[in-house]
């Protein structure tokens, strides 16, 4: 692997394990793809100043950035995208061939031995509980997968994190799942069902960042065969704004804490550039440091 293809920086990700202590609340990430190394900097400072809540749901790349968590690795999700970016057993044409998938999701879900080793033992206790949302490709609706009460929580996390057009659908007890953001950008609804006083979201983009009001002809060609996820992701750019909208008037209402870069992220969806994708985790972590105090306040702790 070339050195020019691995983040500059790389040694001073931050490493160690999280406290076990939980706190009252539930995490809520949006998704994002690569712009989720937002939300692992957010993350690892949280880890660091001991704010582990007790339930987390993600979407998406928010989904692959809760499990290390609740793994309590910091820094682990970070170093393998800030090392593995490049490789195409990661992302690319062998990514595709070994998990038809463009970006090989299990370079974080699974226990591979490649770089880091997820933390299984830590990540499956009952205590803290970890939710993944997918798109059901039947329905078009979302649904939430929960650790312990499904049958494959990774496979669901895999599922979550299934890009539309990059990769085929997965099936799960052989229904056929999508990216959870076709459906649901931000989860926050469900924590809302759940009885939750305490929700903290994590944005991946800028409070003022809004979706081009437009629909998506290639669905139609793509998902015709599936009409339910057809029209979801032919006008999921609309939903996404309305999500937007009401998040920003929950946290208004101080019924949720709303979390979002502090600057304008410039960070595509498939980034290469990997200077770009390490200053966007230190966005994150410095971010997290500086909200410290307002999310212990929100938290009451």
Known sequence: MQQEK????????????????LVPGCLVLEGGAFKGLYTQGFLDAMMTRDLNLQCVIGVSAGALAGINYVSGQIGRSARIALTYRHDPRYVGLKALRNSRSIVDVGFLTEERGIYEPLDRERF???EQ?????ATNCLTGEAEAFEKGKCGDILLAVRAS??????????????TPYLDGGCACK???????????ERILVIRTREIEFRKKNR?????EKVYHRYPKIMEKIRCMNLEANREFEEVEQLHAEGRILRIAPSR???????ERDMEKLGDLYWLGYQDGLDREKAIREYLGI
């Open 129 to 133: 509980r970890f939710l993944a949302v």
């Open 124 to 126: 499956d206790r009952t």
């Open 264 to 270: 304008e992220v410039k960070v595509s969806r498939l």
């Open 215 to 219: 629909e998506d002809p290639l669905a």
């Open 161 to 174: 994190a299934t890009l539309p057009y990059l990769a085929p659908m997965v099936k799960i007890d052989g």
């Open 186 to 196: 931000i989860p926050y609804r469900w924590a809302l069902d759940e009885g939750f």
């Open 6 to 21: 691995i983040y500059s920086g790389l040694d001073r990700i931050p490493q160690g394990k999280a406290s076990e202590k």
